[in-house]
């Protein structure tokens, strides 16, 4: 996870008028509340390093926990394919001095998406972990 961080951190530097959401989710293990926490738990800590890697907080526009409530993977079980944190552009930073337009923004949507990387250490077929 941490060079994946690192690798977000690096394409984030490069568009400094955008602003992102952190979301944290986990699986279906542990109560609805203690899954609330710990997905914020999740997120505080990504948001800490994308911090500590040089970006300002005050482009993380929010830091928010999905906890079980929301998975990213419907699984049919309390399977841990949803322990996990989400970035999410959302936006730009006001009175950034670069003019923006819906072409801008769509250009730079797409270069967010086409630099994710997927690097699980799931194994799909298993549903573990290598």
């Known amino acids: 996870a941490r060079a994946t961080l690192v690798q977000q951190a690096s394409w ?19 109560s609805a509340s203690y899954n609330r926490r710990l997905g914020l738990r999740r997120a505080n800590a990504v948001v800490s390093f994308l911090v500590s890697q040089g970006i300002s907080r005050s482009r993380l526009e929010a830091v928010v926990s999905q906890g079980e409530s929301q998975p990213l993977v419907v699984t049919q079980g309390r399977e841990r394919r949803n322990r996990r944190t989400v970035t999410e552009v959302t936006g730009f930073v006001r009175n950034h001095p670069l003019i923006l337009d819906g072409k801008y923004a769509d250009v730079v949507y797409r270069e967010y998406v086409a630099s994710a990387i997927p690097a699980s250490s799931l194994d799909s077929s298993l549903g573990q972990e290598n």
Request: hydrophobic share 35%; glycine share 10%.
């Open 12 to 30: 984030i530097k490069q568009f400094p008028e955008v602003r992102f959401k952190v979301y944290g989710h986990t699986d279906l293990v542990g």
